[in-house]
């Protein structure tokens, strides 16, 4: 079994723009498509991105929309 204390307590963790970020990751969006979204510029998005992914230890952006799905 999956012990998702750990996944529960990163989530609570995240920030307003995180959590915003990482739906948009799961829901397969780019960062330059997030960035328009929500008026901010796609390297502010790469940098949202990289705080998620060492929060959820993981190396790539698809092992982040993994661990995001599940």
């Not at 970020?21 to 008026?39: D, H, M, N, Y």
């Not at 390297?43 to 661990?67: C, I, P, Q, W, Y």
Request: charged share 35%.
């Amino acid at each position: 079994f999956e012990d998702i204390s750990e996944k529960r307590q990163i989530t609570t963790e995240l920030t307003t723009r995180e959590r915003e970020i990482a739906q948009f990751l799961v829901a397969g969006k780019s960062s330059k498509e997030i960035g328009k979204l929500l008026g901010i510029g796609y390297r502010t998005v790469d940098a949202h991105r990289a705080r998620l992914m060492r929060k959820f230890k993981v190396g790539s952006s698809n092992e982040l929309v993994a661990k995001l799905i599940g």
